[in-house]
Structure formats: structure tokens, C-alpha cells
């Protein structure tokens, strides 16, 4: 059973950068893929980004302006928020989904993800 914790996350101002972390109590070479997703009060858990083992994938409203890592040596995975904006605030959630389970085929389904992190908050201002 994965277990995993995010952090990073805060209050920014438009405009400027955000890095969340997600570090699992494994190895992170042991899923296929790993994610982000937001979900805002009211609404349904978007995906954000994915970082699979054959590629990456993002959501239209974030291209260009998220980036999704892993580390597999420090087991963790982030997402850089550059050109933050307003509705950009919500609850990041970090997943992972087993190397067993395969590639997801739609990588920023939630459906697809059995390891969830609680969560971090990003708020922005102005």
C-alpha cells in the first residue's frame, strides 16, 4: 500500500511560480504512472498532469506553464506552476498508479489512480 504526502502548497500572487512535491513511502519506479489532479469545492477532480513511464501528459489549461518531474532517486514527484493564475486555486492531489495496473489509457482520468495523497492547498491573490 502506497502512501503519499503532498506539500508546497500556499498562497502566491498571479504571475508568479508555485513548486508542489508529492514524496511517496516507496519507490516511485514501482508505478506506471503518477499525477496531479485539483478539485475546487463543488466540482469534480480535474487532472492536472501525468508523468508516465511512456510520456507525459497535461491538461490543455495548464500547457506551457506546468511542468511534471519525478525523482526516483529522493522518491518524489513535483509539478512546477509557472504564470500561476486565478483559476489556478484549488486542492492538489497527488496519485500514483501500480506498475501491475499498466500504462493508464487516459492518464488524467482519476479513475484511473488507486494511491491518492490529502492533499494541498494553492490559493492565489490579485
Known amino acids: 500500500q502506497a502512501q503519499l504526502v503532498e506539500s508546497g502548497g500556499g498562497s502566491v500572487q498571479a504571475g508568479t511560480s508555485l513548486r508542489l512535491t508529492c514524496t511517496t513511502s516507496?519507490?516511485?519506479?514501482?508505478?506506471?504512472?503518477m499525477a496531479w489532479f485539483r478539485q475546487s469545492p463543488g466540482l469534480g477532480r480535474d487532472g492536472v498532469a501525468s508523468i508516465c513511464t511512456d510520456g507525459a501528459y497535461y491538461a490543455d489549461s495548464v500547457k506551457g506553464r506546468f511542468a511534471i518531474s519525478q525523482d526516483n532517486a529522493k522518491n518524489t514527484l513535483h509539478l512546477q506552476m509557472n504564470t500561476v493564475k486565478p483559476e489556478d486555486p484549488a486542492m492538489y492531489y497527488c496519485?500514483?498508479?501500480?506498475?501491475?495496473?499498466?500504462?493508464?489509457?487516459?492518464?488524467?482520468?482519476?479513475?484511473?489512480?488507486?494511491?491518492w495523497g490529502q492533499g494541498t492547498q494553492v490559493t492565489v491573490s490579485g
Open positions: 516507496g519507490d516511485t519506479r514501482k508505478f506506471a504512472c
Open positions: 496519485a500514483a498508479r501500480g506498475m501491475s495496473d499498466g500504462i493508464a489509457q487516459f492518464p488524467l482520468n482519476h479513475n484511473n489512480y488507486a494511491y
